[in-house]
């Protein structure tokens, strides 16, 4: 079981508290960014070209059964779904097969309002709470 974090969106506070949950647990953990979201850790980065989705495709690759991901792109936890150990949104909510199918509508309702010329809402402020709410379903997913 690793920790796979999809790391071009990813709050720093969330990749902190990976890294931490990561160490107190002797996982490991690594980053994917692209070369324009480069950054240091003790953990393994790995920098892959720029390209729509070229993090995405990275992480396919190297995904393996019973790792976890932590990631915003509903698109990305749909294809490892089916292996990982759990999938964990930044904001501090588990997906899953409960959750997948309404999550990808309201991404697809999102693009189409876009694509119009319409906007949408963008996230709102991260808070404390959301951060200890992540770290305790990261923490369950790695217990159970």
């Known amino acids: 079981m690793r920790i796979i974090i999809d790391g071009d969106a990813c709050p720093q506070n969330v990749k902190k508290i990976c890294e931490k949950v990561a160490k107190k647990y002797g996982l490991d953990l690594k980053i994917v960014v692209d070369m324009d979201h480069f950054l240091v850790s003790d953990f393994e ?20 059964r019973y790792d976890i991901l932590i990631t915003q792109d509903y698109g990305l936890a749909s294809i490892v779904l089916p292996k990982a150990k759990g999938v964990v949104h930044t904001a501090g909510f588990e997906i899953d097969a409960n959750n997948i199918d309404t999550l990808l509508q309201s991404r697809y ?27 305790k379903i990261l923490i369950k997913i790695i217990t159970s």
């Open 45 to 64: 980065v790995i920098v892959v070209e720029k390209g729509r989705d070229a993090t995405d495709f990275k992480i396919v690759q190297i995904f393996q």
């Open 109 to 135: 309702i999102g693009q189409r309002v876009r694509k119009t010329g319409g906007r949408t809402k963008g996230p709102a402020k991260r808070t404390r709470e959301q951060d200890e709410k992540f770290e």
